[in-house]
C-alpha cells in the first residue's frame, strides 16, 4: 500500500505516508463519492502505516521494554506509578520482577485495590501475609482488601463501581 520494500526504515515509512496523504486527503475532495471513498483509502493507509512502522521497529527497543527488571526496581518503578495513579502501568513494571516475595504481593494487593479488584487484592495480600506473618502492614492490607470487598458487593458499592469504571473511559 505504501509502496516499499521489507528493508524500508521509520523515515522512509514516514515520507512514504505523507507523500500519499496528500494525494487522497478526504478535505481535497467536494463531491460526496469521492470523499468517502478517499476516506476508506485513508483508514486502509492508516493501517498500513501502523503495521509498516510496527515491522520497522529495532527489535532491541521492544526486548528492552519487555525485559526482567530486579525485584527492588520493579517495587519502585511500580510504587511511582501508583503515586501517579496509573495503576496499568504500574501493574506492568511489577509484573517484569524476577523474584516474588511478600513485598512484592503486597503492591501487587496495592494496584489491585486502585484498579478497584478487591477479591484479587485481597488474596495477594493474604499471600503476602502467608510470606511473612509477623508484617503487620500486609495484614493491615489484607483487611482493608476484604472490607472493600464486602462493600463492593452490595448494591451502592455495585453503583460506585460502576461510576468508576464509567468515569475512567
Keep these: 500500500m505504501l509502496g516499499l520494500d521489507a528493508a524500508a526504515n521509520a523515515d522512509d515509512v514516514r515520507t512514504a505516508y505523507r507523500k500519499l496523504v496528500k494525494t487522497c486527503h478526504p478535505d481535497k475532495f467536494l463531491d460526496a463519492d469521492e470523499r468517502k471513498a478517499a476516506q ?4 486502509a493507509l492508516n493501517l498500513a502505516y501502523e503495521e509498516a512502522l510496527k515491522l520497522t521497529v ?4 521492544a526486548a528492552s521494554y519487555n525485559k526482567e527488571l530486579s525485584q527492588e526496581d ?7 506509578m501508583l503515586r501517579q495513579d496509573s ?11 524476577s523474584a516474588r516475595d511478600g513485598a512484592w504481593y503486597a503492591m501487587q494487593g496495592r494496584i489491585l485495590m486502585a484498579l478497584d479488584q478487591h477479591e484479587t487484592a485481597h488474596q495477594s495480600f493474604r499471600e503476602a501475609v502467608r510470606r511473612e ?3 503487620i502492614e500486609y495484614r493491615r492490607g489484607a483487611l482493608e482488601a476484604a472490607v472493600a470487598l464486602k462493600k463492593s458487593r ?5 453503583i460506585k463501581t460502576l461510576f468508576k469504571r464509567m468515569k475512567r473511559k
Excluded: C, Q, S
Design 40 to 43: 476508506e483509502k485513508m483508514i
Design 58 to 61: 529495532p527489535r532491541k527497543a
Design 154 to 158: 452490595t448494591l451502592v458499592g455495585r
Design 133 to 135: 506473618p509477623d508484617n
Design 74 to 80: 520493579a517495587l519502585t518503578l511500580a510504587a511511582k
Design 87 to 97: 495503576p496499568e502501568a504500574a501493574l506492568r513494571y511489577l509484573m517484569r520482577a
